[in-house]
């Protein structure tokens, strides 16, 4: 078996490093790449660390090539246009879907949040990618919804605490630390190193992030009740990683957290449970999601930190987690690394 | 007027970044530096970019030699040494102790968090160094405790909001991000460029971190009822900067607890609340404090930022603010920078 | 005596630059801003954390305004554009230009290597503002030529030992390392953060970047035989700072270079010859420069390391330091910092 | 075919390396890893990052165990002590010794720059282990000396073009700038972040760096004649990567330079002459060595440069890319990596 691929959008930073992971992944080979801005070079002139190793020709979207050429497609594309793509291959091929257009459940919350919906018909059959939480539905889905960076960092260690109904639904507070390249290869001075460089701030806040609409959806169907969050994401001077900072109300030990946590996870090939504080450092450029915990005697109150790579766990990572899934593969497949270190 | 400065601990980070503000100040001159461990050598050997600009011989401690030649002596020794150099001279000179060994009001409290106080009769004269809350008692202060750096971010818009009873205090959340130069210039592999730089991580998680009784003391003042906080630090990947972000739980409008700070803060030199949201380097190098917050309609919480430069306004520029207010002098003299940027 | 002072194109880095050091000098004040792109704007608005210290509204460029509110002009626009505006003004007032327009004495070398010079009728009366050279010249000039950052950081250390016959004309290698604030403000990719961080390359190779015949003008001139040499410039990393590490033959002794250099610089008040290695953190911020040297015994070969801050020495600090010239005033008048330091 | 492979001083910057490497690679399974530091706990105890996925128990150095257990061991030793441990253990398990310890021929000089060599009688057996040069005696080694970061960054470029008598042996100008990793994990105030962060510094200067008589001698093998180097190291603010820029003299055209170069290496797996300029980025956690040059039609010296990262090709990679060659394995086994972009 050897799956051939399409990328959609293959330049941007999700796009490499998708290319990166499947370039060692056993069971898959690149047949298709596609750029809106660059078709018709070579891949290897717009990401130069790819001469010799991948030269292949940026193409035009055509979705009767597509469909003759490959057994699944990423979709790198940005929210809106994603979708428009995407609707017109969908059922031939299976599509993963790294934009957030198939991840909220109810097109008027997506209208709210982004823009007007085009494929409301479409939201049914998607499934959320969050590997460990809806593994077995991934399995058997044609479309997929990659999580957002950010969702993914949360709601990891979120999703079996409110099911198991150990902590309460209120008073949850997210303080979210991205590294740069969540904000993409486009130009803007909030990226430009002698701006960002050497200096650390929040990007939003409020009620304000489009991520929120997709944390609350699904802490709302763990919890059974609805979730209100707070939401602070904030800027890292470095290239990879996201660390999450998650303040919850109640009323179990740090033993009986933990417990749970550890034992939903037991079979999880990429989310531990650790005892020390976890560092990006400690995840970067792998599908690994850590998280730590401490709650006080006398507190009500519980800390929760997770750290993931936000382009790895937080995108083409989990996207690759999600293609093996839907191919009945290991689920590690092309993702067993360990962190390039220091 | 020329008042004469000596500097306990000149080599280390506080004391270097005291060096550079005093240079600059129209009445001082420094006539003492002490160093335990290189007593002898030029200063200029030690922080080899004050050559030529200042070469003062370092000098073991001498509490007569202090008398004689200074007005006033920073302490930049580390807390537990500190007291016993400071109970020598004091008296005789005033003095700003930059560590935290004359913070905290109760000596049991003291030491519980840090080791059992050599000098407890010394407490009741000292006065809490937070420019903009104790200027008074500073004017007519001999022994003034500098702030710590995470207190100086969480005391400055936390204290005028609680004292006015716009927020609650319970529930009071502290999420606070700080260059490495926090941990000062000892060797340690936490702050090895290699492990520290391209990361980001928590370091302390729950009610652990030692700044925590000095904000829960002056919160508990300002509030008139205990105050109980959660307090998470994290180590960002550059040198100075310090960014808080705080939840709180209130009924009042976003509008009326910013015209609560700005009414609070109107004749304030270095403390401003602002619109839009607040970069570590917007205030690299200087003295200032900026605050930004937000609140959405239908929440029951705030969400409010605040950025210092932890050497500066978190040490030493909060120590030179201090020495100014002891003097009489204009608060901002030497204090008036601009920015470094970019 | 206060100096009334305008800035054209007061938004970009030498800009910023600028408004930061003539804020502390005890002589200036700054009446006129022009900006092409944010006219009608606050400066503060472009470059936040100058709100509350520096306001005033950005104008678009009026000769007449200009001439009847300003002493000085600064401009800071890029070559080819700023000569058309000087044009316009000079005469009136005294101009110190920080881009390449004026510093090329050959209108048919800029030619070759910018633009058709639109004004070689003014190059005759330009100064080559590189004050420990041409400090007589300056002190009455009326349009100085504010030199480029590369050429400053190798003119200091070169130009007095071939005046002095103490090193050949011939084989000068220059291998130079800039911060990426030297790129400017404008946004490309290899100003990204994402790409240019953790990272380090050259971007020129061979006889190619502009800088080049600017050094060789001087060399020559310095030499009084045509010097010309093989130049690579570097990007680190960083926000500021420029090493340059120059390979130079010489019979002479490692001990005659240095006492040339230190007997050249001995009244000069930002020049430095030390013993041990430079770095560009020692001059952060700073109007320094740092020349260190070796020469091994059998070698016919000295290697010289000169840094710099590239905004300060390199740009807006030898602007101010010309303006300084110009007015009779203290040369180091607003410019005796101490580095930011860590 | 299942290698075993033991590790000597497992837990630095290299050890770390080299546990990521072979855990990718498909012919090996570590055996024994040793500290002398740690021995006895869990290596995932000081490299965190490896929990879960490599536990195993550090242990002292025993050379019974290390015979029976391991077909092949990496010294990743300081020099002086790694050849005390290596001679224990030659002839009965193949060695690669990434210190500095059987790289030079000569015993004198070794002792010249290192200190007096305790084991002279091996030298004899040692083979240079720079694969692109040595393959064939490298196939046939026993015991392989690992070539220092800067001999291969230096060596690579400079030898098919010695050897070819394309360039001259005189007037060779290495300019290197290196990350910071190269220093090791140990602690000192050159790699505190604080320091080494935000600034650029050469750290060596004159004919005096230790990697000097390593790429003398291999210059002076490839040439005939002796060659001696002007040699500059420097530091960048960066964890991996170097960059080596040289200038030689040379009548030769850069189309000859560069056909010279390309014939050489069209079969080598990781050595690519590129058009563009190189950077670290471009090959940072791979074995790729880039090489690019420039020559002016008039001048008669060529500048090329290249990059590698310093941990991978410049230490454990080309350790692993030895061990292919020794063990008859593809050489690019295990080392077929897209660099980690952004």
């Given amino acids: 078996l050897t799956i051939s691929i399409g990328i959609l959008g293959a330049t ?10 499947l370039h060692s992944h056993p069971e898959v080979r690149i047949t298709y790449c596609s750029s809106r801005q660059y078709n018709g070079k070579p891949i290897s002139e717009i990401l130069e660390f790819l001469k010799g190793s991948y030269d292949r020709e940026l193409e035009e979207f055509d979705a009767s090539a597509i469909k003759k050429r490959c057994d699944l497609v990423f979709s790198c594309l940005p929210h809106g246009v994603s979708m428009e793509f995407i609707a017109q291959i969908t059922g031939s091929v299976k599509v993963v879907d790294l934009s957030a257009d198939f991840r909220i459940r109810d097109a ?19 499934v959320y990618g969050l590997c460990e939480i809806y593994g077995d ?42 590294g740069v390249s969540g904000a993409g290869r486009g130009l803007s001075l909030n990226t430009h190193i002698c701006e960002a460089g050497e200096s650390f701030s929040a990007y939003k806040i409020g009620h304000s992030h489009r991520h929120i609409p997709e944390i609350e959806q699904e802490l709302t169907k763990a919890s059974g009740a609805p979730v209100s969050i707070e939401f602070t994401p904030h800027l890292i001077p470095i290239t990879r990683g996201m660390l ?16 749970c ?11 531990r449970i650790i005892k020390g504080l976890p560092a990006t450092k400690d995840v970067r450029g792998t599908n690994r999601c850590l998280i730590a915990m401490s709650k006080g005697v006398h507190s009500g109150r519980a800390t929760i930190i997770s750290v993931i790579d936000n382009l790895t766990k937080g ?6 987690q999600n293609m093996n899934l839907m191919f009945g593969l290991d689920e590690a497949a092309g993702l067993d690394y360990i962190p390039v270190f220091p």
Avoid at 108 to 126: D, I
Wanted: proline letters at 6%; charged letters at 20%; glycine letters at 6%.
């Fill in 12 to 21: 941007g930073y999700t796009g490499a490093e998708l290319i990166r992971l």
């Fill in 108 to 126: 008027s919350v997506y209208s709210e949040w982004y823009q007007k919906h085009a494929h409301p018909e479409m939201l049914p059959k998607a």
């Fill in 315 to 320: 995108a083409s990572g989990q996207a690759v």
């Fill in 137 to 178: 539905e991934i399995r058997h889905a044609t479309l997929v919804a990659n999580p957002g960076c950010y969702p993914t960092s949360v709601l990891l260690p979120l999703i079996p605490l409110l099911k198991s109904g150990m902590i309460e639904q209120d008073g949850i507070i997210v303080d979210s630390k991205s």
């Fill in 244 to 259: 999450s900072t998650i303040y919850v109300s109640t009323a179990r030990s740090e033993g009986e957290l933990k417990e």
């Fill in 261 to 271: 946590l550890q034992e939903f996870y037991k079979e999880a090939r990429f989310v």
